[in-house]
């Protein structure tokens, strides 16, 4: 499975992106998908994930009531819709597929994600 995240660009604070991510290659067992980010310096964290069939949603509490994840099964392609932005969420953000279906205590671990896209760089200035 290959992920290609797009949308990331330069915001002021207080506004919006979207980013996508959409897989190719062999989805047809389905995958959970999330997001994480990295900031300079500091370690992946996790910021929301969806599950295979879209009913239900994680997030970290930092993005949680500002970011929105979805996706679209037909076009294999997952979204983060971020709201009021703020210059701590400047990072490079990450798509990462699970194959199959992932436990609501698993969703913020690396390490359960099969696959990783190469990054979208967020920058929100203040």
């Known amino acids: 499975v290959q992920l290609q995240a797009s949308g990331g660009g330069l915001v002021q604070a207080g506004g919006s992106l979207r980013l996508s991510c959409a897989a190719s290659?062999?989805?047809?067992?389905?995958?959970?998908l999330g997001w994480f980010r990295q900031a300079p310096g500091k370690e992946r964290e996790f910021v929301a994930t969806?599950?295979?069939?879209?009913?239900?949603?994680y997030y970290s509490d930092s993005v949680k009531g500002r970011f929105t994840i979805s996706r679209d099964n037909a076009k294999n392609t997952v979204y983060l819709q971020m709201n009021s932005l703020r210059p701590e969420d400047t990072a490079v953000y990450y798509c990462g597929a699970k194959s199959g279906e992932i436990l609501s205590h698993t969703v913020a671990l690396r390490r359960v994600y099969n696959y990783w896209g190469q990054g979208t760089l967020v920058t929100v200035s203040s």
């Open positions: 290659g062999r989805t047809d067992s389905g995958y959970a």
């Open positions: 969806i599950s295979r069939g879209g009913e239900r949603t």
